[in-house]
């Protein structure tokens, strides 16, 4: 019984208590990644958003020039 009681003691419980905090440890890992991977998705669609609206905006600016070069000409 005392080889048991000591083997339990001594061997079993710490690796128990060991795998228990990997456990832990890799879920909490696991969730940040989830929440980084969310973030940089959101940040990626307001990038790309931006980006459209100043293309959009020199599309403007473009077509104004070409009025006004337009207007020049004649």
Do not use: C
């Amino acid at each position: 019984m005392d080889a048991i009681s000591l083997l339990l003691q001594y061997v079993v419980l710490p690796v128990g208590a060991f795998v228990w905090m990997l456990h832990n440890k890799i879920n909490k890992q696991t969730t940040d990644i989830e929440v980084i991977k969310a973030q940089v998705a959101a940040a990626k669609e307001s990038h790309d958003r931006e980006i459209k609206e100043i293309r959009s905006m020199f599309q403007r600016v473009f077509e104004k020039l070409d009025k006004i070069e337009e207007t020049l000409r004649k």
